[in-house]
Nanobody, 116 residues
Framework: QVQLVESGGGLVQPGGSLRLSCAAS????????MGWYRQPPGKERELVAV???????NYADSLKARFTISRDNTKNTVFLQMNSLKPEDTAVYYC??????????WGQGTQVTVSS
């Protein structure tokens, strides 16, 4: 079983930046795709970005200009750099990881609030 722990969320003013991190722990795993999803208040969870083990990325079209996903395979960690944040980016951000054995794991989520 893989455990994912997100960090880096918080309150930021419009136009500001945040960097989220998600660290995986456990034993005997190899993570393939890792990604970030978000759930705005009152809405369904949606894809933000995904990155393969080899570094290929896929973004929600509306976010690719402002968000950047990256990962460090040596530390089993995925990052999300978020720039030019807008109030509509307010959401709980979740990390997801796909293990080579087919299992998918989710983090507990980290709150991002964009407000003046």
């Amino acid at each position: 079983q893989v455990q994912l722990v997100e960090s880096g969320g918080g309150l930021v003013q419009p136009g500001g930046s945040l960097r989220l991190s998600c660290a995986a722990s456990g034993t005997g795993f190899i993570l393939l795709d890792m990604g970030w999803y978000r759930q705005p208040p009152g809405k369904e969870r949606e894809l933000v970005a995904v990155i393969t083990r080899g570094g290929r990325t896929n973004y929600a079209d509306s976010l690719k200009a402002r968000f950047t996903i990256s990962r460090d395979n040596t530390k089993n960690t995925v990052f999300l750099q978020m720039n030019s944040l807008k109030p509509e980016d307010t959401a709980v951000y979740y990390c997801n990881a796909a293990n080579i054995n087919g299992a998918s794991s989710w983090g507990q989520g980290t709150q991002v609030t964009v407000s003046s």
